[in-house]
Nanobody
Framework: QVQLVESGGGLVQPGGSLRLSCAAS????????LGWYRQAPGNQREWVAT???????TYSDSVKGRFTISRDNAENTVDLQMNSLKPEDTAVYYC?????????WGQGTQVTVST
């Protein structure tokens, strides 16, 4: 079991950057799959990026080349660096951990990309 707390969301202009961070309540070294998802108003939650315990990363096509996921096993955090933000990136962003086929979620952090 793990509790996840996201931070770093906010309002940013198109083309800007934000860095989201997710703090875990326990060691994440043994958690194979950590990821970020997002949910825009009226839409289903969608996958954004995943990082494995070995450091392997995958990204959705909509963010590839703009977002970077990383993990710090010493600090028990998983971050999402978001560059070249677009209005369509506006959503609540959620941190996710997969442990023995059980999915754990944070409470989410709002990201708004607007002029």
């Amino acid at each position: 079991q793990v509790q996840l707390v996201e931070s770093g969301g906010g309002l940013v202009q198109p083309g800007g950057s934000l860095r989201l961070s997710c703090a875990a309540s326990r060691s994440i070294g043994g958690i194979n799959t950590l990821g970020w998802y997002r949910q825009a108003p009226g839409n289903q939650r969608e996958w954004v990026a995943t990082i494995t315990s070995g450091g392997g990363t995958t990204y959705s096509d909509s963010v590839k080349g703009r977002f970077t996921i990383s993990r710090d096993n010493a600090e028990n955090t998983v971050d999402l660096q978001m560059n070249s933000l677009k209005p369509e990136d506006t959503a609540v962003y959620y941190c996710n951990a997969q442990i023995f086929f059980v999915s754990y979620w944070g409470q989410g952090t709002q990201v708004t990309v607007s002029t």
